[in-house]
């Protein structure tokens, strides 16, 4: 059997799609332009062509964005006086600060200051705890866009097997919690499922991998995944961004593993376009939970 392949790069342009024609709507009924400011500290070259691709992703969708950067000098307490200023302007709905950060500054005290409802990434305690509640305010941009490229290409959850490699913040966990949770939006064929979570200290990995119905690879090595650890037949998504001799490739050894998979998800052109796709969403999300209580407040 040779996988199909699930096309992250035409799905994200579909979402983008869609997600252009609703801004339109929003706007053309007197609804702010929606707005992200992005945090870029230092002058990592990975996280500048991040960053560049999320401003270039909100022009396409009609919304607005805003770059803030500082050198790698920059304190901890000088970022959160940004921060501050960020949570306090009413024009802008969504705000990320783009990981990593230099080493001297204190990532979690950063992230703890986005104000909540602007919290795009879905990384501060508050979002972090409604998700694992099932109650989420924003999907984690990542995981969301695994579940969404699954549902589009119709590939079932509920009942099935899921193992994950890799225990992140932000990929791994979350999408654990996504995944057993009766209905995350898209439907409890789509939710539902049994969730494993293997990391750097599970036992037999292979012995873990192997039992996979969907097998999530999100490690940030290349090649972890080879294709003895795979089920015939098995959904393989590949997170892993990895630079090897200037190509990206994933943490899947994709030419074998392709031959025994039923679906699997290349690098680039899988999971990462989705990335940005949904930290629009978010986006377009926070800017109407915001109008909503603007209104609300003014109604008072
Ligand atoms: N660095 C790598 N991935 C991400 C992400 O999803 N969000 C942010 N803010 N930084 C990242």
Known sequence: MTAQILDGKETARLLREE????????????????????????DDPASQVYVRNKERACGQVGMASRLIRRSDTTSTSELLDVLHELNEDSQVH???????LPKAIDTHRVLDAVAA???????????????????????????????????RYRI????????????????GKPLANM?????????????????TICHSQSADLASMTRQADVLVAAVGRPCLITVDMVKPGAVVVDVGINRVDEKLVGDVDFAAVREVASFITPVPGGVGPLTIAMLLRNNFTACELQQAVGDATIAN
């Open 94 to 100: 969504g705000i990320l600060v783009q990981l990593p």
């Open 19 to 42: 997600l252009s024609v609703e801004v339109e709507k929003w706007r053309a009924e007197g609804g702010p332009q929606p707005t992200l400011a992005a945090v870029l500290v230092g």
């Open 179 to 195: 995944l057993v949770q009766r209905d995350i939006g898209f439907g409890p064929k789509y939710a539902n499922a049994t969730v």
């Open 117 to 151: 409802s602007k919290d795009v990434d879905a990384f501060c305690p508050e979002n972090v705890g409604l998700l694992v509640q099932g109650r989420p305010r924003f999907l984690p941009c990542t995981p969301h866009g695994v579940v969404n490229l699954l549902a």
């Open 156 to 171: 079932e959850l509920a009942g099935r097997h899921v193992v994950i490699v890799g225990r992140s913040e932000i990929v």
